[in-house]
């Protein structure tokens, strides 16, 4: 049922202004709501033709956006921008800090501000108290050149002498509600004098001041604080204004690629699930240039709609701190990665230490909880050195109505993390490409925190070899689009220029900037592209060169994919305490974007085939071992899985039936996401990477038997042989060193591959216990969190083994092994024969039994090497 609604009037100057509060907790305003009848929404035209010069069916959108995304503020934004445009030029032009400030006073918004009495009888004193020195004067200066003085706070605002409608009707609706807060004040008997009393926060003035120092300073490339509200501005002018006239021979706008765009049309691929032999050699290729690839996690994000909490403290948390299936989602990354480590030293029996980038921000702490989960996982055995973080700056926040910022109070601006695009320039700025270049780097494999199955089989092995073996600057590992789902797409960008020339490369339009092209989504239709163009997944390769010659380039350009997507409410609560939801965005940037940068250039227009000679490439498979996010929280009674934890978990095990099935091993097949939208999962199987990571690995250590519908199959091993297991109930193998052991190196404790692995050996084996109790209400089947009556739990400490052979093990069993022992489980006279033995001195390093690794035409063969007889 929805929220009762009580919906209020308060008059003030002249003008109404609607106030309406739900349950009593929320106060939302609107002071245009009777003032402005509502926009008309205009269709987005979209037409396709049978053929094309590129020879296949094409697709042609317009880039003209459609008419309607915010309505039309109310003042002239040709005079704002325009003045700020001039003052932009008139900044850049100067060679110092004074020239600057001679530029910024000169502006007629800073005259008429710092000449008020106010300003000269109270705030003046109040900036004289704090001792700014010139260069915060200035950042002061440029946030009211830029027309957002109502930042510094409501009794320092300068709307009043905002000329026309707009000012006025801000300027009333603030003062009507002070007027409101007040009455509400008094009538709790609170002392006016008190209330009124103006008290300067120096905290939020400091954070303000950092704030427009990060604007200022990393946005130079656009014109610092400046830049940033004319972009704004322009892209708000642009949703707002734009025509819709269309020709689509020649389309005459120009949108963020930076030129004429032509044709948009839908890209070959290379599909990995079809051409199953170039798909092993390409992640051999990743296999082999391994020492040759870094790591890019962007983890910036404030991941609002996951609404992740501390359970303790109240504290939100970013999304890298989800703990999903035993352990956060930033382990479960480093986890992945270490699963290729391992398998590159089982090839080539060298030690291969990946660097690690990561860039954080500000929002719900971000960096400081990243920082102490690596800190507290002795960073994941990799030593600090291979980890470097660099913190994205805040940007603030904008109304969708007339791009204003938004404030929470006196010099509290709402601020969110500019967006993932912003790695490049950041990276760059952070001396991140040098350190890449000082570990002998060539590429880096990027992927975002939130999608849990990224690296499935040979999905990121493959796209990095590719990368790298055919000397591609930028490749996306892509999939079939789920309808409606907020992802972009995967395009091939032709366009033409006067010149004669031509350029083609493959780009990706994000799901917000549909409407700005025209593109229909949602359901199946004439003029859906859901079946023509690939998702875009942000799963990335990367030539490192050519992002940092992109990111370190003084123009717009090192910030790809500018947009201002002002769909969204941005909720915040002021300084009163009132929660506010107000539409509005923030200029944002887009990583993949960075494609738009690396296109080829023909003297002619190309056929058939162009793909092959681009720079730019997408390798394709099925969507389940590409991209399945844990990014939003599911709601109580949402049929819907999508892009929640549980449907990320249904994927996972969709993956294991496909990787298991064709091991001789039967079991139940997962049926779609509604079938368990109020039951939870039909069965349980979490297998370490390590097994593999590629499928055609770790299908040789698993054959035949049988796994039953309700059971639960945990491996925590790489060292692992089932053959003929048959399972109903709980089987959980954890290893406590499952890819090596940890050494003591300069100080610091380094996990060593291959050294001393746990192991575990499991021959005709009949598994029956009670397991997970399915009816259990404290199930969160996602966070591997579940309520058992009974299971067969194997512990291995350090290098210990466990053996299981031609045994029936029935009921609830626990199984401690210690570090330096084998322990071996058969059939006895009377139940069970357990025999726990030292393991030889000689095998202690290597163990009594390994699997050897063999590159053998173009795959990895295995061979069960066993050195103790018996073993």
Same mark, same amino acid.
């Given at each position: 049922?929805?929220?009762?609604?009580?919906?209020?009037?308060?008059?003030?100057?002249?003008?109404?202004?609607?106030?309406?509060?739900?349950?009593?907790?929320?106060?939302?305003?609107?002071?245009?709501?009777?003032?402005?009848?509502?926009? !008309?929404?205009?269709?987005?035209?979209?037409?396709?033709?049978?053929?094309?010069?590129?020879?296949?069916?094409?697709?042609?959108?317009?880039?003209?956006?459609?008419?309607?995304?915010?309505?039309?503020?109310?003042?002239?934004?040709?005079?704002?921008?325009?003045?700020?445009?001039?003052?932009? *030029?008139?900044?850049?032009?100067?060679?110092?800090?004074?020239?600057?400030?001679?530029?910024?006073?000169?502006?007629?918004?800073?005259? &008429?501000?710092?000449?008020?009495?106010?300003?000269?009888?109270?705030?003046?004193?109040?900036?004289?108290?704090?001792?700014?020195?010139?260069?915060?004067?200035?950042?002061?200066?440029?946030?009211?050149?830029?027309?957002?003085?109502?930042?510094?706070?409501?009794?320092?605002?300068?709307?009043?002498?905002?000329?026309?409608?707009?000012?006025?009707?801000?300027?009333?609706?603030?003062?009507?509600?002070?007027?409101?807060?007040?009455?509400?004040?008094?009538?709790?008997?609170?002392?006016?004098?008190?209330?009124?009393?103006?008290?300067?926060?120096?905290?939020?003035? &400091?954070?303000?001041? !950092?704030?427009?120092?990060?604007?200022?300073?990393?946005?130079?490339?656009?014109?610092?604080?400046?830049?940033?509200?004319?972009?704004?501005?322009?892209?708000?002018?642009?949703?707002?204004?734009?025509?819709?006239?269309?020709?689509?021979?020649?389309?005459?706008?120009?949108?963020?690629?930076?030129?004429?765009?032509?044709?948009?049309?839908?890209?070959?691929?290379?599909?990995?699930?079809?051409?199953?032999?170039?798909? %092993?050699?390409?992640?051999?290729?990743?296999?082999?240039?391994?020492?040759?690839?870094?790591?890019?996690?962007?983890?910036?994000?404030?991941?609002?709609?996951?609404?992740?909490?501390?359970?303790?403290?109240?504290?939100?948390?970013? %999304?890298?701190?989800?703990?999903?299936?035993? &352990?956060?989602?930033?382990?479960?990354?480093?986890?992945?990665?270490?699963?290729?480590?391992?398998?590159?030293?089982?090839?080539?029996?060298?030690?291969?230490?990946?660097?690690?980038?990561?860039?954080?921000?500000?929002?719900?702490?971000?960096?400081?909880?990243?920082?102490?989960?690596?800190?507290? *996982?002795?960073?994941?055995?990799?030593?600090?050195?291979?980890?470097?973080?660099?913190?994205?700056?805040?940007?603030?926040?904008?109304?969708?109505?007339?791009?204003?910022?938004?404030?929470?109070?006196?010099?509290?601006?709402?601020?969110?993390?500019?967006?993932?695009?912003?790695?490049?320039?950041?990276?760059?700025?952070?001396?991140?490409?040098?350190?890449?270049?000082?570990?002998?780097?060539?590429?880096?494999?990027? &992927?975002?925190?939130?999608?849990?199955?990224?690296?499935?089989?040979?999905?990121?092995?493959?796209? %990095?070899?590719?990368?790298?073996?055919?000397?591609?600057?930028?490749?996306?590992?892509?999939?079939?689009?789920?309808?409606?789902?907020?992802?972009?797409?995967?395009?091939?960008?032709?366009?033409?220029?006067?010149?004669?020339?031509?350029?083609?490369?493959?780009?990706?339009?994000?799901?917000?900037?549909?409407?700005?092209?025209?593109?229909?989504?949602? =359901?199946?239709?004439?003029?859906?592209?859901?079946?023509?163009?690939?998702?875009?997944?942000?799963?990335?390769?990367?030539?490192?060169?050519? %992002?940092?010659?992109?990111? *370190?380039? !003084?123009?717009?350009?090192?910030?790809?994919?500018?947009?201002?997507?002002?769909?969204?409410?941005?909720?915040?609560?002021?300084?009163?305490?009132?929660?506010?939801?107000?539409?509005?965005?923030?200029?944002?940037?887009?990583?993949?974007?960075?494609?738009?940068?690396?296109?080829?250039?023909?003297?002619?227009?190309?056929?058939?085939?162009?793909?092959?000679?681009?720079?730019?490439?997408?390798?394709?498979?099925?969507?389940? !071992?590409?991209?399945?996010?844990?990014?939003?929280?599911?709601?109580?009674?949402?049929? =819907?899985?999508?892009?929640?934890?549980?449907?990320?978990?249904?994927?996972?095990?969709?993956?294991?039936?496909?990787?298991?099935?064709?091991?001789?091993?039967?079991?139940?097949?997962?049926?779609?996401?509604?079938?368990?939208?109020?039951?939870?999962?039909?069965?349980?199987?979490?297998?370490?990477?390590?097994?593999?990571?590629?499928?055609?690995?770790?299908?040789?250590?698993?054959?035949?038997?049988?796994?039953?519908?309700?059971?639960?199959?945990?491996?925590?091993?790489?060292?692992?042989?089932?053959?003929?297991?048959?399972?109903?109930?709980?089987?959980?193998?954890?290893?406590?060193?499952?890819?090596?052991?940890?050494?003591?190196?300069?100080?610091?404790?380094?996990?060593?591959?291959?050294?001393?692995?746990?192991?575990?050996?499991?021959?005709?084996?009949?598994?029956?216990?009670?397991?997970?109790?399915?009816?259990?209400?404290?199930?969160?089947?996602?966070?591997?969190?579940?309520?058992?009556?009974?299971?067969?739990?194997?512990?291995?400490?350090?290098?210990?083994?466990?053996?299981?052979?031609?045994?029936?093990?029935?009921?609830?069993?626990?199984?401690?092994?210690?570090?330096?022992?084998?322990?071996?489980?058969?059939?006895?006279?009377?139940?069970?024969?357990?025999?726990?033995?030292?393991?030889?001195?000689?095998?202690?390093?290597?163990?009594?039994?390994?699997?050897?690794?063999?590159?053998?035409?173009?795959?990895?063969?295995?061979?069960?090497?066993?050195?103790?007889?018996?073993?």
């Amino acid at each position: 049922m929805a929220p009762a609604t009580t919906t209020s009037l308060l008059h003030h100057n002249g003008i109404y202004f609607t106030f309406s509060a739900r349950d009593s907790h929320t106060l939302f305003f609107n002071p245009h709501k009777a003032l402005r009848p509502p926009n !008309k929404l205009p269709l987005s035209s979209l037409s396709s033709v049978p053929s094309s010069p590129l020879g296949r069916r094409r697709t042609l959108v317009s880039t003209v956006p459609v008419e309607y995304v915010p309505p039309a503020p109310d003042f002239e934004f040709s005079k704002e921008l325009a003045r700020l445009r001039t003052l932009r *030029s008139k900044i850049s032009a100067c060679k110092n800090l004074r020239d600057k400030i001679r530029v910024v006073e000169s502006d007629s918004k800073v005259k &008429r501000y710092f000449r008020r009495d106010h300003y000269k009888n109270g705030f003046a004193m109040v900036l004289e108290s704090f001792n700014l020195d010139e260069y915060e004067l200035f950042l002061l200066k440029c946030i009211v050149a830029a027309g957002q003085e109502h930042v510094l706070g409501s009794g320092y605002d300068a709307d009043s002498d905002v000329d026309g409608e707009f000012g006025s009707a801000r300027g009333s609706l603030k003062a009507a509600l002070y007027t409101l807060v007040e009455m509400i004040e008094k009538w709790d008997g609170i002392d006016d004098r008190q209330i009124n009393e103006k008290k300067v926060d120096s905290e939020a003035l &400091r954070s303000l001041l !950092k704030t427009l120092r990060d604007v200022e300073e990393f946005y130079d490339c656009i014109g610092g604080i400046i830049g940033y509200q004319l972009m704004v501005l322009e892209l708000l002018s642009e949703s707002a204004h734009a025509e819709k006239n269309v020709n689509f021979q020649h389309i005459n706008n120009s949108n963020s690629i930076g030129c004429q765009l032509l044709e948009i049309h839908p890209p070959n691929v290379l599909d990995l699930s079809q051409d199953t032999e170039y798909a %092993a050699q390409a992640a051999l290729w990743g296999v082999e240039g391994l020492p040759h690839l870094a790591e890019i996690y962007p983890l910036g994000g404030s991941a609002d709609r996951l609404g992740l909490v501390d359970s303790v403290t109240g504290e939100c948390l970013p %999304a890298a701190m989800l703990p999903y299936c035993g &352990r956060t989602l930033l382990e479960g990354l480093i986890r992945d990665l270490q699963a290729r480590e391992f398998l590159y030293y089982k090839l080539y029996g060298e030690q291969c230490i990946t660097p690690v980038a990561i860039m954080t921000s500000s929002a719900k702490n971000n960096h400081e909880h990243i920082t102490l989960l690596c800190e507290r *996982s002795k960073w994941f055995g990799r030593g600090r050195s291979s980890f470097q973080l660099f913190e994205q700056p805040l940007v603030p926040a904008v109304s969708a109505e007339d791009g204003q910022w938004l404030a929470k109070g006196q010099f509290s601006p709402v601020c969110k993390p500019g967006g993932h695009g912003v790695i490049w320039k950041l990276a760059y700025d952070n001396g991140i490409f040098q350190w890449f270049r000082d570990h002998k780097r060539k590429g880096a494999t990027v &992927r975002q925190v939130s999608n849990v199955v990224a690296a499935t089989d040979v999905t990121l092995l493959a796209l %990095a070899g590719i990368g790298l073996h055919e000397g591609k600057k930028l490749g996306f590992a892509s999939c079939k689009r789920n309808f409606g789902a907020t992802e972009g797409i995967n395009v091939l960008v032709e366009k033409g220029k006067p010149d004669g020339t031509w350029t083609y490369g493959v780009s990706c339009i994000e799901y917000t900037e549909f409407d700005k092209f025209g593109i229909a989504d949602g =359901s199946l239709s004439s003029n859906s592209l859901q079946t023509e163009f690939p998702a875009n997944t942000n799963i990335l390769y990367l030539d490192l060169n050519a %992002a940092e010659l992109i990111g *370190s380039s !003084k123009d717009e350009s090192s910030l790809p994919g500018m947009v201002l997507n002002v769909k969204k409410t941005i909720n915040f609560i002021d300084h009163f305490g009132i929660q506010h939801g107000v539409p509005g965005g923030r200029l944002e940037c887009t990583m993949q974007n960075i494609a738009d940068n690396l296109t080829n250039s023909f003297p002619s227009r190309c056929f058939e085939g162009v793909e092959e000679k681009l720079d730019t490439f997408i390798v394709y498979d099925h969507r389940r !071992k590409v991209t399945s996010s844990a990014k939003k929280k599911r709601k109580p009674a949402d049929m =819907s899985l999508h892009q929640t934890p549980d449907g990320a978990l249904l994927d996972i095990i969709r993956n294991a039936y496909d990787l298991l099935s064709c091991c001789d091993i039967k079991l139940p097949e997962i049926e779609t996401n509604d079938k368990y939208a109020n039951s939870g999962p039909p069965y349980l199987i979490l297998l370490h990477p390590a097994l593999g990571p590629l499928w055609e690995v770790t299908r040789q250590k698993f054959h035949g038997g049988s796994i039953s519908n309700g059971s639960e199959l945990q491996i925590e091993a790489s060292e692992f042989l089932w053959r003929n297991i048959e399972l109903d109930g709980s089987l959980i193998v954890v290893a406590e060193n499952v890819m090596g052991s940890h050494i003591d190196k300069n100080h610091e404790s380094i996990l060593q591959y291959g050294y001393r692995c746990a192991r575990c050996k499991l021959e005709n084996v009949k598994i029956w216990n009670k397991g997970i109790d399915w009816s259990s209400d404290k199930n969160l089947y996602w966070k591997h969190d579940v309520e058992r009556f009974e299971s067969l739990k194997v512990i291995l400490h350090g290098n210990a083994e466990f053996e299981a052979v031609d045994v029936n093990i029935e009921g609830n069993h626990l199984f401690q092994v210690p570090d330096g022992y084998k322990m071996r489980v058969t059939s006895g006279t009377s139940g069970l024969s357990i025999h726990l033995n030292p393991i030889k001195k000689e095998f202690m390093d290597c163990g009594s039994w390994f699997w050897k690794y063999m590159l053998n035409d173009g795959h990895i063969q295995l061979e069960l090497v066993e050195l103790e007889e018996g073993s």
